[in-house]
């Protein structure tokens, strides 16, 4: 039993429901298939940015527009990425959660009774069909640091399952570095036997579980509805598992990260290892919680991030450090768009004509909520770039999830507080 619940603690679920219904994951397809196939990326970060140099002005929509002093070191870039302003997630009420609820656009207090709610992001919706493929259905990658230091709120990653409970993810690089690339010594046949074992002590508190649901109190039967989601959950994961038991983890294509890297150069690493997961098509649907913290650390910066977001009370210092973090962390972005573009797939195209990207926070400044930080980028999605682009009032965030969905090819009806497709960004 202490196993046991050993395991069902360090489960998370890499796989919506939907995919249970065909188990036969295609173990080889590869990196080298004849046609590229679609990824899916979201990079978030807390604590928002500096609204006036920041946003492109909104009186200048379309392709004449200046680029704003916070995202200069993106002018290489400017003809491949769009800004797109007046998005928000309308049941956000948190100044201090940048990711918990940005791919999800939940209602925390949908669920009578209850403080805290959440439902599928949209990594997770993609996840379910593009992750069929791969040996990891989605990744999920995490700072060092801890997630409340940059103003990420609750959550074991950016990533909500169909239940709406939280997807763990990899913390730094080494460990993301491991998940991809580590050789599993375990001789087969002891993989095998442990993998039985797993499924034996499941099918038994999968009964034991059945057996309790009779005479419980509709509340219960709620509760144990749930429960019995999460052990479809790693059925799935199990399933999943086996598939890819005999097939060799790829050989990595960087070099294993030294320990201890925090900040710019931890920033610059998980795009490295994001840009591996590619080449090496490990998977198809990545998140990067990133960190601010420790990026204002490395650059010499004494302001709390927290206090930094609310610069517009005291400026002076705390107006110059969100203004530098903005620099920086486009300076980030523009390095990982250079690697995109300078790799190539197998039919001579480049990763980025094959994904779609979103960059982005929850929070805007301070705890305003509304008009949510969005740059959106990558040819794979069909949106429209190089523009400035200015939604109309009240555009729920999730129809820009529910517009880059559809272009990559993930059948999904609506998502979140979706009202549809926004077709400003399409092109």
């Known amino acids: ?44 970060f807390g604590w928002g940015i500096t609204e006036p140099t920041w946003y492109p002005d909104i009186k200048t929509p379309g392709t004449d527009y200046t680029l704003p002093v916070g995202l200069a070191p993106l002018a290489r870039h400017q003809k491949d990425f769009s800004v797109v302003q007046g998005l928000w997630n309308k049941y956000s009420n948190e100044g201090h959660w940048g990711s918990t609820m940005w791919l999800t656009g939940a209602n925390r207090y949908a669920q009578a009774g209850q403080s805290f709610h959440n439902s599928i992001s949209a ?15 989605s990744l999920q990658f995490n700072s060092s640091e801890s997630g409340d230091m940059s103003g990420h709120g609750p959550g074991l990653s950016m990533a909500w399952d169909v239940s709406g409970k939280p997807v763990g993810g990899q913390n730094g690089p080494v460990s993301a570095f491991h998940r991809l690339f580590a050789k599993d010594t375990t001789p087969l046949s002891q993989q095998q036997a442990m993998l039985a074992q797993k499924r034996s002590v499941l099918d038994a508190v999968l009964d034991n579980a059945k057996s309790l649901q009779r005479g419980l109190a509709k509340n219960d039967n709620a509760k144990l509805d749930e429960y019995f989601q999460g052990i479809r959950d790693i059925e799935t994961r199990l399933s999943k598992e086996e598939q890819w ?17 925090n900040g710019r150069e931890e920033i610059k690493l998980i795009y490295d290892i994001m840009i591996a997961a590619m080449q090496t098509d490990s998977t198809r649907v990545m998140t990067f919680r990133q960190p601010v913290a420790t990026l204002l650390t490395a650059m ?35 390095g990982f768009l250079d690697q995109l573009k300078a790799t190539k797939e197998s039919d001579g195209t480049r990763l980025f004509d094959n994904i779609a990207l979103a960059y982005g926070s929850n929070i805007r400044t301070g705890h305003e909520l509304s008009n949510c930080p969005t740059i959106l980028t ?29 272009g990559i090819g993930v059948n999904a009806e609506r998502h979140g507080d979706s009202s549809g497709v926004l077709k400003e960004i399409v092109a």
């Open 1 to 44: 039993m202490k196993t046991r619940r050993h395991f069902l603690q360090s489960s998370t679920a890499l796989i919506a429901l939907p995919a249970l219904a065909s188990l036969g994951f295609r173990r080889f397809a590869s990196a080298a298939a004849a046609t590229p196939p679609k990824r899916l990326i979201f990079l978030g």
């Open 123 to 137: 990594d997770q919706v993609a996840a379910a069909q593009l992750g069929m493929h791969t040996r990891f259905a």
């Open 245 to 261: 038991m005999e097939v060799p983890h790829p050989k990595a294509p960087i070099t294993e990260p030294q320990p201890g890297v």
């Open 300 to 334: 010499d910066i004494k302001v709390h991030p927290h206090d930094m977001s609310h610069y517009h009370t005291t400026l002076g210092e705390k107006l110059d450090a969100s203004q530098r973090r903005d620099i920086a962390q486009s300076e980030l972005l523009a």
């Open 378 to 406: 990558g040819g794979g999605a069909g949106i429209k770039l190089g523009h400035n682009i200015v939604a109309p009032k009240d555009t729920p965030l999730c129809n820009t999830w529910l517009t880059m969905l559809h």
